[in-house]
């Protein structure tokens, strides 16, 4: 099995691609062709199993032949996207399947190649599908919200009801691990691996002292209050409303 991957990361590694393809001499020219290009192929013959794959692991693309046995491409593309609506799922469909690409279209695929194909068309394909992922994700993943606040680790700044907050370089990196675990009540031992690192051998207080800061610089002055203390555990940001 493949590692989990966090969308995007294909600008550091390998794109994974799936291919779910019952005839197999088009499968391995899939295969062949993409590989040769850069990806890491896993391939499948039956809806089945490539439903079992895509509950294990994320897939950077998925490429979906409509006609397989067990269960069929369309339903495969229902099923994917009931919870997932970002990865993109290209479908290989029969010249004259209008029917099929009607509603696969209508079911949230991101695209659709008619076979016969020209290989060099369904390799066109995919590159564009996996740039529209990559910016999409990108353009998610720059800012972290929660109500009225959002912050961005890429420029370095914080925004509450429109407003811009000044953050010390450690206010900062404690109100981005709050931001990331929004909604999970965190102890002070958590924080202070998270934020001042495990070799970190001062008094815990430190914790109190700079939620005392981020509230009086970023809570206090707005509404709603997000960071909140649960007695005896810890803190937890999030929306009360």
Known sequence: MHKQRRK?????????????????????VLQLELEFEGYNITKVFDGLEA??????????L?????????????EVLRRIRVNDNNTPVLLLTAKDSVEDKVSGLDLGANDYITK?????????????????QLKEDLNNEEWIQAANLKLNERTYEVFRDGTLIDLTPKEFSLLAYLLKNQRQVINREQILDAVW???Y???TNVVDVYIR?????MDKPFEPLLIQTVRGVGYVLRDPR
């Open 51 to 60: 439903l079992n794959l895509i509950r294990e692991q994320s897939w950077d």
């Open 197 to 199: 690192g495990y070799d």
């Open 116 to 132: 016969p194909f020209q290989i060099e068309e369904l390799l066109a394909r995919v590159r564009a599908a996996l740039r529209r």
């Open 62 to 74: 998925i490429l979906l032949d409509v006609m397989i046995p067990g269960v069929s491409g369309i």
């Open 8 to 28: 995007g990361d294909f600008l550091l590694s390998k794109p994974e691609v799936l291919i779910v393809e019952d005839e197999e001499k088009i499968a391995r």
């Open 213 to 217: 800061y981020l509230r009086n610089k």
């Open 201 to 203: 051998y001062g008094d």
